[in-house]
T-cell receptor
Framework: ETGVTQTPRHLVMGMTNKKSLKCEQHLGHNAMYWYKQSAKKPLELMFVYNFKEQTENNSVPSRFSPECPNSSHLFLHLHTLQPEDSALYLC???????????????FGPGTRLLVL | AQSVTQLDSHVSVSEGTPVLLRCNYSSSYSPSLFWYVQHPNKGLQLLLKYTSAATLVKGINGFEAEFKKSETSFHLTKPSAHMSDAAEYFCVVSDRGSGNTPLVFGKGTRLSVIA
């Protein structure tokens, strides 16, 4: 399934590094999302972009910085991360309407991040 | 505000026997409800969704779920488990009619299928 792609698939970084995660959706959707999936915890919504505007930031630390240059691409810039930030980071997209109905989200395969 | 509880963190069944994964939800409005599946090292894939049409929803791979408002439940079932069904399953709720509210995910149920 190639509707939503994420790169890299795996990333190991030190606490002083700067890296970026990339997400691309090929579905023509107008909304994109970043989620964090940690072991034994529910999926946590981090950021939402609707029509390229950030509409949600769930109290995410500033060491995570999202960027949405257009409706097909979403980045997550990482700097000075902590070991507890190690997790699977999932990107998703959906086609949102103004009717208040939450549409189906389509997920990428995720980036497995390890912070040493 | 909405929430979702998956009652079992792990379910184990024998191949060919029925599957039941339980989910209860809480919602202030009419909810949309989803089941997603995640295979190892993969992203989440939509199995089925309920948005106010028929209360019995059929999904992919023979799965179905029934919306029961009186019980605030949306349990996932399959008549006969297959080895390829072994995965993590997530029940998800979203309030409809309250703006563009985000999805709220349950903690997941890991399904093991024994040969």
């Amino acid at each position: 399934e190639t509707g939503v792609t994420q790169t890299p698939r795996h990333l190991v970084m030190g606490m002083t590094n700067k890296k970026s995660l990339k997400c691309e959706q090929h579905l023509g959707h107008n909304a994109m999302y970043w989620y964090k999936q940690s072991a034994k915890k529910p999926l946590e919504l981090m950021f939402v972009y609707n029509f390229k505007e950030q509409t949600e930031n769930n109290s995410v630390p500033s060491r995570f910085s999202p960027e949405c240059p257009n409706s097909s691409h979403l980045f997550l810039h990482l700097h000075t991360l902590q070991p507890e930030d190690s997790a699977l980071y999932l990107c998703a997209s959906s086609q949102e309407s103004s009717g208040g109905v939450q549409e189906t989200q389509y997920f990428g395969p995720g980036t497995r991040l390890l912070v040493l | 505000a909405q929430s979702v509880t998956q009652l079992d963190s792990h379910v184990s069944v024998s191949e060919g026997t029925p599957v039941l994964l339980r989910c209860n939800y809480s919602s202030s409005y009419s909810p949309s409800l989803f089941w997603y599946v995640q295979h190892p090292n993969k992203g989440l894939q939509l199995l089925l969704k309920y948005t106010s049409a028929a209360t019995l929803v059929k999904g992919i791979n023979g799965f179905e779920a029934e919306f029961k408002k009186s019980e605030t439940s949306f349990h996932l079932t399959k008549p006969s488990a297959h080895m390829s069904d072994a995965a993590e399953y997530f029940c998800v709720v979203s309030d409809r009619g309250s703006g563009n509210t985000p999805l709220v995910f349950g903690k997941g149920t890991r399904l093991s299928v024994i040969a």
